[in-house]
């Protein structure tokens, strides 16, 4: 079984804004689509005058968040990631609900362009950085994809020896306590096979150029974990079969390895238990329904029928949901009528127990699985709206003695919505905060400078303008901040991204249904 991982919600905002008295404003925070003025040139601040008394100390670094408002006289809703500004407002995305851009989306549209001076940042565009996935025990790296072992693998493992080791008493009772130890090597081998199957889908992936983010061998198998979806129904079908025609391949070679083997010896039952759970698996990969890999080849098909690979998820993940109601009702009954084995018996109540547990475990693992990948269709259809040219705010360079007020206005003089810290060449120092502007009261604002409400810049806080969907959410998981840098290819700046303007942009594009 594989799934498609790597993709994630950015971290969440507030998106209700606190009533502020009117009066000089931090800038708004959202893109605008009005074009201001680009600034030619960076206007000397003039002298502050001397503070009253008792605000001699300005407190630049109170971080309480309030609202902002509009600059006065400018209109409403400025554009795609704009934060509501007053009572009443609602936010913005990326898009209409009916799915069209708006007009300042289109990322040629003059309202887009810099108002940083062309020669700031000079430097090659940042690059996302590697994350180290993680998810357990790191067992080894084969074909460059981490493998690893979850927790839960050590109580599945107990279990499986405990089971076995009950039957090998039966079969084998001269064996005695030892039997834990065969039993402990079929759990080992049993997962090696698991592992045999994952790694067949993680080959499929890499001929077909599709990331694999990590194995992870966990309860009740194993999971590759695909960052990218096949382009074509085939290429779809074939990364699903490969997994259960190798556990298909290992049942046989486990059947033909027994064939010399004397039965009723501890390699005769080895190889008769891995043969029998390897078909196990393959069968049961091959059932019709998500997340199985029967479900993958099922989805494919529709795919290929409809053209739409959301249709193919939308049946196959239906058909596991249904597959899963089937395993709750259906195991014990079969387990009781005798036909997995059980001979009819009255096992007694215990056993009766242990059935419907096991059937419910299965059944809540394919019908969240079915959900989830229902979910995971859904985001991936909608994360190509993200695009960080479009969600980006204006900015405007200042000097890290400007005062806070002297900022605000060259911003609303300018159409801008942000604040980049420059020195004295134009090169960007750190972003003024948002939460840090509105915390600062107004008849404090001339006695503030810039750089004490400003986060220094790191190379994680510097972001291409060309970023979009899972790249983009990526790279802001990566350095968690609440505003970014974002550049050109040619390392100008382009403006500043706020984390609460993606989360915004995320929520309304998957609450609207798919068409």
Do not use: C
Request: charged fraction near 20%.
């Amino acid at each position: 079984m594989d799934v498609s991982g790597g993709s994630g919600q950015p971290r969440s905002g507030n998106d209700e804004p606190a009533e502020h008295p009117a009066g000089p404003t931090a800038p708004a925070t959202g893109p605008t689509d009005h074009t201001g003025p680009e600034p030619a040139r960076r206007e000397e601040p003039a002298p502050p005058q001397q503070p009253p008394p008792g605000d001699r100390s300005p407190d630049g670094d109170d971080d309480t968040p309030a609202a902002t408002h509009r600059p006065p006289g400018r209109p409403g809703p400025a554009g795609p990631g704009d934060i509501p500004t007053g009572p009443g407002e609602p936010p913005t995305g990326t898009t209409t609900h009916s799915g069209h851009p708006e007009p300042s989306d289109h990322p040629d549209h003059p309202d887009h362009r810099s108002l940083a001076h062309s020669g700031i940042a000079k430097g090659p565009p940042p690059r996302p950085r590697p994350k180290e996935p993680g998810g357990g025990i790191l067992m080894g790296r084969p074909f460059g994809v981490p493998v690893y072992v979850a927790p839960s693998w050590f109580l599945v493992a107990a279990l499986i020896t405990w089971v076995f080791g009950g039957q090998l008493d039966r079969v084998l009772p001269e064996l005695g306590a030892a039997r834990y130890l065969v039993s402990l090597f079929f759990a080992v081998a049993f997962y090696a096979s698991v592992l045999v199957h994952e790694l067949a889908h993680t080959v499929a992936a890499i001929r077909f150029k599709l990331p694999v983010r990590r194995i992870q061998l966990q309860f009740f198998g194993g999971v590759s974990e695909i960052e990218k979806e096949a382009e074509t129904p085939g290429r779809e079908f074939v990364l699903a079969f490969v997994g259960p025609l190798l556990s298909l391949v290992l049942a046989g070679l486990f059947y033909l390895a027994m064939k010399p083997v004397e039965a009723g010896t501890v390699p005769g039952v080895l190889l008769a238990g891995l043969m029998v759970s390897n078909l196990i698996v393959a069968i049961f990969n091959l059932l019709p329904g998500l997340p199985l890999d029967g479900g993958r080849m099922l989805r494919a098909v529709v795919w290929k029928i409809t053209g739409r690979p959301m249709s193919g998820t939308v049946a196959a993940a239906w058909v596991g949901r249904a597959l899963a109601v089937s395993v709750l009702i259906g195991l014990p009954l079969l387990n009781q009528s005798g036909a997995l084995g059980g001979g009819g018996e009255d096992t007694g109540g215990m056993d009766t127990v242990t059935d419907a547990l096991l059937a419910a475990i299965l059944a809540a693992i394919i019908w969240t699985g079915a959900g989830n990948s229902l979910r995971m269709a859904r985001l991936r259809e909608h994360l190509p709206e993200l695009r960080a040219r479009n969600l980006t705010r204006r900015a405007v360079p200042v000097e890290t003695d400007t005062p806070l007020s002297e900022a605000l206005r060259r911003a609303n003089a300018a159409g801008a919505r942000a604040l980049v810290v420059v020195d004295a060449d134009g090169h960007p120092l750190s972003l003024v905060r948002e939460a840090a502007i509105v915390g600062v009261p107004e008849h404090r604002r001339p006695w503030v400078v810039v750089s004490g409400l400003a986060q220094d810049l790191t190379d994680g806080m510097r972001v291409s303008a060309e970023l979009a969907g899972e790249e983009l959410l990526d790279t802001l998981r990566a350095t968690p901040a609440t505003e970014y840098l974002v550049v050109e290819q040619t390392g100008e700046i382009y403006g500043v991204l706020s984390a609460a303007d993606v989360e915004r942009a995320f929520v309304k594009a998957m609450a609207r249904p798919t068409p």
